[in-house]
Structures are given as structure tokens and as C-alpha cells.
């Protein structure tokens, strides 16, 4: 088995290049340059290219070349630096600097984005010099243990697949895996019955319905000491009236409250299928998850019982999602929105390797929403990002 990241687009882009004015400049008045351009003319999105290069002078000393503006400023009111504003510009500088005056404007291009591997990098900088950060968190490496967990919860959807297949549904099976909770949701394809019902909205429908639940054992378990502690404070009150003698259905009615209060809830039901032997039942005795404010987060549609920094709760929040094949664009706007840890999907052999497919295999997932048509998983415009993993057997 053999697991590939689904990279954004900043990591795997080619050269995309914008043209910039350059110019050729006496070195010793380099800095007075840098200084001037900087603040007259900041490079806006470029802040990754280098001002100056230095350039081979032939038999004569190194030439300095230094970047004036882009040739198209997003910034200017007309959109466009001509090339007799520029000259007229430098011109003005250079005797108000009191310095030797550029010579040579010519249009270069230069890279527009910044790179973000060793391999772009590389490539990029022979147009001009670039400033590069190794971020150092490129794609992770799996233990052998790591890749065993991920190979079963895939047996399992294979699973749920099959079952979907038999029922006369599109091959896809899901599992949900939430490792904090010890919970696992397995779901498979029913669109058949419904075109909306594929097999990861159904598995994010069960997180809800489970959620649901929780819910509801929470306010059962707070409605009973707030009973309980309603009657302990009428039987104070009572008592310290001076009554002697206790109405005997009162104290009745006090004291199994204070039982049930302090009774356990039910076990939990159990959630679709598990994968680990027995039963998990997921222990909701906890005070601090009793009293955790519950509150649906923006665009989540529920919550999991896991809080973030700001107190917003997320209905996938530690989940991670394993399915048999990429998911739709549907199924991934869904997925932000329930804000889910990771996702692992099942690569068919002619998506592997087109040329060892056969004329039972699926045909090669294009119209999918995490790698193959959009990565919807890494979009700038959106506000949550995941890692996606493409598992070929």
C-alpha cells in the first residue's frame, strides 16, 4: 500500500510569470536605491522577489540590476506604468538622491508566485532571485503502524461498499473514525433511493443523529439535579423554619430525585458499526463535557462535543474520514463544513495506472471535489483546510 498527500495548487504549480521594469544601477549607490523604491514603489505581491540581481559584467566589474516597478500595478489608478512615466521617474529620483541616474529600463519577467519547494525554487530563480522559507511540512511520513490503521478502516468501507453494491447502489462505502472517542460510524451508498444519499452525507448524517443524542442525555442528566437540587433546597428551607415534622411524600420525592441525579445514564446506543472487538460505548459521565456549552459553529450544522479555541463546536471536529473512492464536490463542501481532521480515499487501478486498467474497473474519478477535478480541501477562499491522502493498494 502505498499513500500519496493531495497537495494545493501552491506546491505543485508551474512558472507563472509577470513582467516587471528593470533597470541597471552604479553599485555604490545601491542602498540609496532600495531605499527609494521601497518606499515609492513597494513591489505588491512580489515581496518574494529579490530587488536586485547581480549580473555577470563580462570582462568588465558585476552589473547590478535593480527592480523598478511592475510593468502592470494593480495599485495605480490606471492599471498601467508606462514606460516614459518610468524613465521620467527615475530621472526625478536619481537627481533629487543626488546619485548616478539608471540606465538600461528594460521589461523582464519574473516569477508571480512564491516558491514553496527546493524543485520550484530551482527552477523559478534563473529568471531573477528569489527569497524561499522551507516550511519543513511537506507531506508526512506513515509508521507501519499508521499504515495498518488505515488499511482496515478502507477494508471496512470496502465493506460497506460491497453491501451498496449488492442493494443495487453505486459501489461506495465510509467510515468515520473519531480516535479520542473510540467511535467509528460505517456507512454505504443508498443514492439509489435517494440522489443525495451518498455514502459520506450518510455518514455525517449518523455523526448528527449520535450528536442528537448526546444532546438529549445531557439535558436529561441536567434536568435531574436541578430537581434534585430544588428539593434539598426546599427541604433546608423546611427545616430551618422550624418544621418538625417532614411531609413523608415530600421526602419521598426528594430523595429519589437525588437518585436519579446521581444515577448513570443508560449506555449509549450503538452508533452504526465498530470496528474494534465488543461493544465501545461512549462514557457521557463526564463533568466537564456535562457542562460544556453547546452551540452550533458557523456552517458546521452541529457540534461533536470537541471545542476549539474560539468556543465554537464543529459536528466532525477529530474525525477522520476513509472512503472508497475521491469524494464529490458535494460530499467536500460538506466535509468543510463539518470540519473534518483528514480524509483518506481508495485509488481504483485505472486511476493508479491507466494503462493496467481493465473493462471491469471504474473508470478514472475526474469530477471529484478533493484532487481530481478541485481541491476544495486546500481553496483559498474557504475557511477550513484538511489533508487528503490518496491510498493506492
Same mark, same amino acid.
Given at each position: 500500500?502505498?499513500?500519496?498527500?493531495?497537495?494545493?495548487?501552491?506546491?505543485?504549480?508551474?512558472?507563472?510569470?509577470?513582467?516587471?521594469?528593470?533597470?541597471?544601477?552604479?553599485?555604490?549607490?545601491?542602498?540609496?536605491?532600495?531605499?527609494?523604491?521601497?518606499?515609492?514603489?513597494?513591489?505588491?505581491?512580489?515581496?518574494?522577489?529579490?530587488?536586485?540581481?547581480?549580473?555577470?559584467?563580462?570582462?568588465?566589474?558585476?552589473?547590478?540590476?535593480?527592480?523598478?516597478?511592475?510593468?502592470?500595478?494593480?495599485?495605480?489608478?490606471?492599471?498601467?506604468?508606462?514606460?516614459?512615466?518610468?524613465? @521620467?521617474?527615475?530621472? *526625478?529620483?536619481? %537627481?533629487? =538622491?543626488?546619485?548616478? /541616474? !539608471?540606465?538600461?529600463?528594460?521589461? #523582464?519577467?519574473? &516569477?508571480?508566485?512564491?516558491?514553496?519547494?527546493?524543485?520550484?525554487?530551482?527552477?523559478?530563480?534563473?529568471?531573477?532571485?528569489?527569497?524561499?522559507?522551507?516550511?519543513?511540512?511537506?507531506?508526512?511520513?506513515?509508521?507501519?503502524?499508521?499504515?495498518?490503521?488505515?488499511?482496515?478502516?478502507?477494508?471496512? @468501507?470496502?465493506?460497506? *461498499?460491497?453491501? %451498496?453494491? =449488492?442493494?443495487?447502489? /453505486? !459501489?461506495?462505502?465510509?467510515?468515520? #473514525?473519531?480516535? &479520542?472517542?473510540?467511535?467509528?460510524?460505517?456507512?454505504?451508498?443508498?443514492?439509489?433511493?435517494?440522489?443525495?444519499?451518498?455514502?459520506?452525507?450518510?455518514?455525517?448524517?449518523?455523526?448528527?443523529?449520535?450528536?442528537?443524542?448526546?444532546?438529549?442525555?445531557?439535558?436529561?442528566?441536567?434536568?435531574?439535579?436541578?430537581?434534585?437540587?430544588?428539593?434539598?433546597?426546599? =427541604?433546608?428551607?423546611?427545616?430551618?423554619?422550624?418544621?418538625?415534622? #417532614?411531609?413523608?411524600?415530600?421526602?419521598?420525592?426528594?430523595?429519589?430525585?437525588?437518585?436519579?441525579?446521581?444515577?448513570?445514564?443508560?449506555?449509549?446506543?450503538?452508533?452504526?458499526?465498530?470496528?474494534?472487538?465488543?461493544?465501545?460505548?461512549?462514557?457521557?459521565?463526564?463533568?466537564?463535557?456535562?457542562?460544556?456549552?453547546?452551540?452550533?459553529?458557523?456552517?458546521?450544522?452541529?457540534?461533536?462535543?470537541?471545542?476549539?479555541?474560539?468556543?465554537?463546536?464543529?459536528?466532525?471536529?477529530?474525525?477522520?474520514?476513509?472512503?472508497?473512492?475521491?469524494?464529490?464536490?458535494?460530499?467536500?463542501?460538506?466535509?468543510?463544513?463539518?470540519?473534518?481532521?483528514?480524509?483518506?480515499?481508495?485509488?481504483?487501478?485505472?486511476?493508479?495506472?491507466?494503462?493496467?486498467?481493465?473493462?471491469?474497473?471504474?473508470?478514472?474519478?475526474?469530477?471529484?471535489?478533493?484532487?481530481?477535478?478541485?481541491?476544495?480541501?486546500?481553496?483559498?477562499?474557504?475557511?477550513?483546510?484538511?489533508?487528503?491522502?490518496?491510498?493506492?493498494?
Amino acid at each position: 500500500m502505498r499513500i500519496e498527500p493531495v497537495l494545493s495548487e501552491e506546491w505543485t504549480r508551474t512558472l507563472e510569470t509577470v513582467d516587471v521594469y528593470a533597470a541597471t544601477i552604479d553599485p555604490r549607490s545601491a542602498s540609496t536605491w532600495i531605499r527609494k523604491l521601497s518606499a515609492d514603489r513597494p513591489l505588491h505581491g512580489l515581496d518574494h522577489v529579490k530587488r536586485i540581481r547581480r549580473d555577470a559584467g563580462g570582462a568588465g566589474p558585476p552589473v547590478l540590476r535593480i527592480i523598478v516597478c511592475p510593468v502592470d500595478d494593480d495599485d495605480d489608478a490606471a492599471g498601467h506604468n508606462p514606460r516614459s512615466a518610468v524613465e @521620467a521617474y527615475l530621472a *526625478a529620483a536619481a %537627481a533629487s =538622491a543626488g546619485v548616478a /541616474a !539608471c540606465k538600461d529600463l528594460a521589461v #523582464v519577467p519574473v &516569477s508571480r508566485h512564491a516558491p514553496k519547494t527546493r524543485a520550484q525554487l530551482e527552477a523559478w530563480r534563473t529568471l531573477w532571485p528569489l527569497d524561499f522559507h522551507d516550511t519543513r511540512d511537506g507531506p508526512p511520513e506513515f509508521t507501519p503502524s499508521e499504515l495498518d490503521y488505515v488499511a482496515g478502516h478502507l477494508a471496512a @468501507a470496502r465493506e460497506e *461498499a460491497r453491501k %451498496a453494491l =449488492a442493494a443495487g447502489h /453505486a !459501489c461506495v462505502g465510509a467510515v468515520l #473514525v473519531n480516535p &479520542s472517542r473510540n467511535l467509528i460510524v460505517r456507512a454505504a451508498d443508498a443514492r439509489a433511493h435517494h440522489p443525495l444519499q451518498h455514502a459520506v452525507i450518510r455518514a455525517i448524517d449518523l455523526v448528527a443523529a449520535e450528536e442528537r443524542e448526546r444532546r438529549r442525555r445531557r439535558r436529561r442528566r441536567r434536568r435531574r439535579r436541578r430537581q434534585a437540587a430544588e428539593a434539598s433546597t426546599s =427541604a433546608s428551607a423546611a427545616f430551618s423554619a422550624g418544621e418538625t415534622e #417532614v411531609d413523608p411524600a415530600s421526602a419521598a420525592a426528594a430523595a429519589a430525585a437525588s437518585v436519579a441525579a446521581s444515577a448513570p445514564l443508560p449506555p449509549q446506543r450503538t452508533l452504526g458499526k465498530r470496528l474494534s472487538s465488543g461493544d465501545v460505548s461512549d462514557d457521557d459521565d463526564d463533568d466537564d463535557d456535562d457542562d460544556a456549552v453547546v452551540s452550533a459553529g458557523g456552517g458546521g450544522g452541529g457540534d461533536s462535543g470537541d471545542s476549539g479555541d474560539n468556543g465554537e463546536i464543529y459536528l466532525c471536529n477529530g474525525y477522520e474520514l476513509f472512503v472508497t473512492r475521491e469524494p464529490c464536490v458535494m460530499c467536500s463542501m460538506a466535509l468543510v463544513h463539518s470540519r473534518i481532521e483528514r480524509v483518506f480515499f481508495s485509488v481504483g487501478p485505472s486511476e493508479a495506472s491507466p494503462a493496467s486498467s481493465t473493462a471491469n474497473a471504474p473508470p478514472p474519478r475526474r469530477v471529484g471535489g478533493l484532487g481530481s477535478a478541485y481541491k476544495v480541501h486546500s481553496h483559498d477562499s474557504l475557511n477550513h483546510h484538511f489533508p487528503v491522502f490518496r491510498v493506492f493498494d
